[in-house]
């Protein structure tokens, strides 16, 4: 169980009310994905709040498959959602639930809406029902079947569960008004005909029932007392609320809107995540890059990052843009307290100390982190060859340059004080190899002349070195808002990954996707739990030191 405070917000408050009015006994709540994806980070927000009301209530919550459309849902997307949601920190109440396990109820309230003259069968063509659906400044016109009477109603919808009619042949409509200004309440369909396999019930169907028909139902069977849902569906609840007046049923959940999130450079739609997909522009569903929850858990997220970021953002009616940066500063707060340190050379340098003997090698201490003690600390081995960051030297540099020049001193972390004399360079003037000196005195002490060094830099023997890959994410996306441009793809960020060759301290040659470390004047790293191994590690990058956007760090 994911164990946060609870932060008051507009829901809890109508909760606190119904609760203290005795409307309600309970609180029970359900999470309703639809399993025709992945679950995102916006996914998140609404599985933090729903299962965390439900928990700081001593309630119920339920996780709902609202699986109507066979066409687009998979097996392989109901496993991803339960492990979301099960790795978010939350358990739902009994086994999962579909709406599937309702068909037989949901057609029978189909029947009841028939019988009372509130439903009836259409052969218009798609393209006549738009045409007859008027817009948002004209009414819309009766369908020319809008009156045919309830029992031929009922023998064309028993002849369509039967599978005598044809796909898009005919479908079944409520009858509420084609006048609404509503656009939902124009007489909207409740069932199509479609010959699928559906992943639970295999083929016993061949209708199925619209999604805003099956929703308000499956609410009311399972004593739903509060249906959150994201401002989208704002208008919908008038025709949530219409099907359970309208049918025998004692339950009548409450429908509550809030925001969706909504955040910069990257998208929140699950076809346009899908196309990325299909079209190979990301690896899977599971790329780092992507803001899927299994994305996230794969680049290093943590649990307790993305609910204490769905914290953060709050839950109010108004829709906004979050700023990616939000989202990284929960993850980095957390890392820079908990992840131990580590070092990594991404883009090698070859370093020769000259005086130090060429047979030999040492075994210097390291602390795993710097403010606390009980997570001990490590062995690094030194050794006559290093290899360092090729932007960690420069031949010639400004008194800004607080690293390796020529002639100048600088401290490779936990260890010695070091002095560059020359360097080698390629024939397009490229450097190979820097030689320098060291003072052999100047283990975890200054020099004794007083001539402290300027700057640390980080480094990793040679001889003791494990090869390893490194991939480097940024935004997704080249601009905030890609769901605003003509095509999206258009602004995909081509330097969204970048991937070195470099090496890693002979510590992480077990390193796990579990554990999160800080390489130390980097970033904050995870073992890739698809791709990486013992004898080829591949670390991701969760997030960099430092927000680059704003310039703000909270690296020690």
Known sequence: MAADAPRSNFIRQIIDKDLASGKHASVHTRFPPEPNGFLHIGHAKSIVLNFGIAEDYQGSCNLRFDDTNPLK???DYVTSIQEDVSWLGYQWQGTPRYASNYFDQLHGYAIELINKGLAYADFSSQEQMREMRGTLKEPGVNSPYRDTSPAENLAIFQAMTAGQYQE????????????????????????????????????????????????????????????????????NRRLYDWVLDNISIDCHPQQIEFS?????????????????????????????????IAGLRRRGYTPASVREFCHRIGVTKMDNQVEMSMLESCIRDELNQHAPRAMAVIEPLRLVIENYPADQHELLQAPNHPNDDSMGQRQLP????????????????????????????????????????????????????????????????????GNKPKGVIHWVAASHAV????????????????????????????????????????????????????????????????????????????????????GSSDAE
């Open 467 to 550: 090869a390893a890959e490194f991939r480097l994410y940024d935004r997704l996306f080249k601009v905030a808002n890609p769901a605003a441009e003509d095509d999206f793809v258009d602004s995909l960020n081509p330097q969204s990954l970048v991937v070195k060759q470099g090496f890693v301290e002979p510590s992480l040659q077990q390193a796990s996707a579990a554990q999160a470390y800080q390489f130390e004047r980097i970033g904050y790293f995870v073992a890739d739990s698809k791709d990486s191994s013992a004898a080829q590690l591949v670390f991701n990058q969760t997030v960099g030191l430092r927000d680059t956007w704003t």
């Open 382 to 449: 030194f050794a006559r060859e290093i290899w360092i960051e090729a932007d960690d030297f420069r031949e010639e540099a400004n008194k800004k340059y607080k690293r390796l020049v020529l002639g100048k001193a600088v401290r490779l972390r936990n260890a010695y004080v070091i002095t560059a004399e020359r360097a080698d360079k390629n024939a397009d003037g490229t450097i190979t190899t820097v030689y320098c000196r060291y003072d052999a005195d100047t283990l975890g002490k200054d020099p004794v002349d």
């Open 260 to 292: 969706r999130l909504n955040l910069q450079y990257t998208v929140m739609s699950k076809r346009k995540l899908n196309q990325l997909v299909e079209e190979g522009l990301v690896s899977g569903w599971d790329d780092p890059r992507m803001p899927t």
């Open 168 to 235: 898009g042949e005919v479908c079944l409509r409520a009858k509420i008004d084609m006048a609404s200004p509503f656009m939902c309440m124009r007489d909207p369909v409740i069932y199509r005909v479609r010959f699928a396999h559906h992943h639970q019930t295999g083929d016993r169907w061949c209708v199925y029932p619209m999604y805003d028909f099956t929703h308000c139902i499956s609410d009311a069977i399972e004593g739903i007392t509060h249906s959150l849902c994201t401002l989208e569906f704002q208008d």
């Open 73 to 75: 849902e998979k097996v």
